[in-house]
């Protein structure tokens, strides 16, 4: 077989020389007013978004920032739903909003596919991954997870009060991909760094933020030579020898999904995991509940994800269009808040309440449409496990301290300090 | 009753195969697909209505017989 020189100088060369995309002026502080200042990065909302999403539904729903160079914000579930199907004046070329926007050249690929790319792109770089994430192929990851959802809380040996995010919650996600994609177990504390720096720094000076993403490309790329003098069954490998349209993928598509598959899982599942175990730390009713019926759980991680649901994503306007009553401008950025929607009083009986045993739950927690969440499946499992063997193995649990308590800033929110006392 | 799902709306949530398996599989690639030929056998008629109220994509319908 002849050398695979795609990754060599040339690629780094390429990399370089891309197009630069606009950059916009960076915007933090107190936010005056949420319907026409909003920001998801400031304290405020990370400490609790609902009522402040619950009070925007009501006197403007479609709420508006000039911060990160002009952004909007939907909050009721049917504008989230027809922006997420709205492909055509919708783009996803950037899902994170910073003040960069890449340049338009970029779709209908972006930068990371298939997350950031459009029709008719989309689809086939999606239908290249399917198919090691359904919720068949996922289950083989399952006797593993367990197991080491086991050791950590036997690492709790001792201990009356332990941080169910820091020490239990965060390293599941993280030792699941990187055994899926053949990187070394003990690389996952610097997954934490790439997360941070990707989705967390978005408020840097653009500069800094671009030499931090840098690092995890460097990182990916490591991993990538690694695999070409070791091929092996997993991810990295497969990427690496996947086709598409009669050849091997571009090599930027690959260093791309790889960054994707890498940061997508990790802090998304570890809030949800830590958010499920904050509302039963602090709820003992639903506790003893589902200690009593472990068979409502599949249910009641539903409602978890509805109620806490992590992940917003974002879009790019294509070209300025009047919507739903307000003008957005062409690059305006749109987040897609998934968890406004999911708390929406128009699509959800006592939506504000925490319902466990919720039968109808129509949530868009993974969103909707064709970008629906490529690691559902995987998510699913890795949440059940989790919250299976913790209730297992500590029956009671409380907030050791609730002001303790602290959760992430940005597009996913979860809990990144949970106190708990477990004896 | 019979089941169907729309295969233009389908997005591979798969929480058909997950609330109702004896009705709903997964395909090779994720997507949902009706196990048969969507007859819901007597005593399964409130799986498949959850199914197709929990659906998130409005995929799957039931055709109620007359």
């Given at each position: ?45 990370a400490?609790d ?18 911060r ?25 070329r ?19 596919p ?106 990916l ?20 020898n996947?086709?598409l ?37 602090k ?120 002001s ?14 949970l106190?708990l006392?477990?004896? | ?45 409130h799986d ?19």
């Amino acid at each position: 077989m002849a050398a695979d020189d795609r990754f060599s100088e040339n690629y780094l060369q390429t990399r370089e020389e891309r197009p630069l995309g606009t950059r916009s002026e960076v915007v933090t502080g107190p936010v005056s007013d949420w319907a026409t200042d909003f920001s998801h990065v400031e304290p405020d909302w990370a400490a609790d978004p609902y009522p402040i999403q619950d009070d925007l539904r009501q006197r403007c729903p479609v709420a508006h920032t000039d911060r990160f160079g002009g952004a909007w914000l939907p909050t009721r579930y049917d504008d989230v739903a027809a922006i997420a199907y709205d492909t055509e004046r919708f783009s996803s070329r950037a899902i994170i909003v910073s003040n960069f926007r890449p340049p338009r050249e970029l779709a209908p690929v972006g930068g990371s596919p298939p997350i950031s790319s459009d029709p008719p792109f989309h689809h086939d770089a999606r239908k290249l991954l399917l198919p090691a994430f359904t919720k068949t192929a996922v289950t083989r990851q399952e006797p593993g997870t367990r197991r080491f959802c086991h050791s950590l809380i036997d690492a709790f040996a001792g201990q009356d009060v332990v941080d169910a995010a820091r020490d239990y919650a965060q390293h599941i996600p993280v030792r699941v991909i990187a055994d899926m994609l053949g990187f070394p177990p003990e690389d996952g504390p610097q997954f934490r760094t790439f997360v941070e720096d990707l989705l967390e720094g978005i408020n840097l000076p653009p500069d800094e933020r671009i030499e931090r993403v840098s690092r995890l490309f460097d990182y990916l790329l490591a991993q990538v030579n690694d695999h070409l003098e070791h091929q092996r069954d997993d991810l990295t490998s497969y990427l690496l020898n996947a086709e598409l349209y009669g050849r091997k993928l571009d090599p930027s598509h690959v260093v791309g999904t790889m960054a994707l598959l890498l940061i997508a899982g990790i802090d998304t599942t570890w809030s949800a995991i830590g958010a499920s175990l904050w509302h039963l730390a602090k709820t003992p009713g639903d506790r003893r509940r589902l200690a009593a019926e472990p068979g409502l759980l599949p249910t009641a991680i539903e409602e978890f994800l509805r109620a806490f649901a992590p992940v917003t994503m974002a879009r790019l306007v294509r070209d300025d269009v009047h919507w739903h009553g307000v003008d957005m401008k062409a690059d305006d950025w749109i987040l897609l808040s998934f968890p406004a929607a999911n708390r929406d009083p128009a699509q959800f009986d006592r939506a504000g309440e925490v319902v466990i045993d919720r039968e109808i739950n129509r949530h868009a927690a993974f969103g909707l449409g064709i970008h629906r969440c490529l690691g559902s499946h995987l998510a699913r499992m890795e949440l059940r496990v989790a919250l299976q063997v913790w209730l297992e193995r500590i029956g009671d649990f409380t907030l050791a301290d609730p002001s303790a308590v602290t959760w992430s800033a940005g597009q996913i929110r979860g809990p990144r300090t949970l106190p708990l006392r477990i004896r | 009753m019979k089941v169907q799902i729309n295969p233009e709306r389908c997005q591979g949530h798969g929480r058909c195969y997950d609330l109702a398996p004896d009705l709903f599989g997964d395909d090779d690639e994720g997507f949902g697909k009706v196990l048969g030929d969507g007859t819901v056998p007597p005593g399964q008629e409130h799986d498949a209505r959850l199914a197709a109220l929990n659906c998130p994509e409005h995929a799957i319908e039931l055709l109620e017989e007359a």
